[in-house]
């Protein structure tokens, strides 16, 4: 096996990195507060990998394409080739469904969980997303908590950085609850 490269590449939402090994992507940064803490978040998770720039071609047409899609294209990433090295089994079969949604559409961590066959795991489906390292490819951005609230978001930004990406996608307005959901009500 080869050692990782990476590339840092403008999009609309920012600086983000691609982190490829032996033809398969491995990361999808999103965007850091700056260049430097992309390149020290890669170093932690891939500390042999080395920057290319540019990237080889192969790995260039798939940063093409995450750019169409980011600039509101039609553009569907589902044949990009990933590796999720030793993520458990669970966050695989997760990460296979959540591949299915198209661009400008989601799901439900409790649909994705019914459709593993375990009904009752939508928190483990979340937990599977929230460690998801090849964000936008495999697009965690599209699964939502139930009634369409935005759940979490583990990129910087958090769930206003998920909400502009699904902005960008076209996705239907996603609810981020009632305004005053979860203050204490006060009958009398």
Excluded at 138 to 153: E, I, S, T
Aim: charged share 20%; with cysteine; net charge positive.
């Amino acid at each position: 096996m080869t050692a990782p490269g990476f590339i840092l590449f403008q999009t609309p939402i920012g600086i983000c990195s691609l982190v490829w090994r032996d033809e398969r992507i491995v990361g999808l940064r999103l965007p850091e507060a700056t260049a430097a803490a992309t390149r020290t978040r890669i170093a932690r998770r891939w500390p042999d990998a080395a920057e290319q720039a540019p990237p080889p071609r192969n790995i260039q047409a798939i940063i093409d394409r995450v750019l169409a899609l980011l600039a509101g294209g039609p553009v569907d990433l589902s044949d990009v080739p990933l590796d999720f090295g030793a993520a458990p089994e669970f966050h695989k079969r997760a990460y296979e469904i959540a591949r299915t949604i198209p661009a400008g559409q989601t799901m439900t961590y409790g649909e994705i969980a019914k459709r593993l066959g375990a009904p009752h795991e939508s928190r483990e489906v979340g937990q599977a997303m929230g460690k998801n390292p090849i964000a936008i490819i495999m697009p965690c951005h599209r699964v939502l908590g139930a009634d369409g609230k935005m759940g979490g978001f583990s990129a910087n930004g958090g769930v206003a950085t998920k909400r502009r990406i699904l902005e960008i996608e076209g996705a239907a307005a996603v609810s981020a609850g009632p305004l005053f959901a979860n203050l204490p009500r006060r009958d009398g």
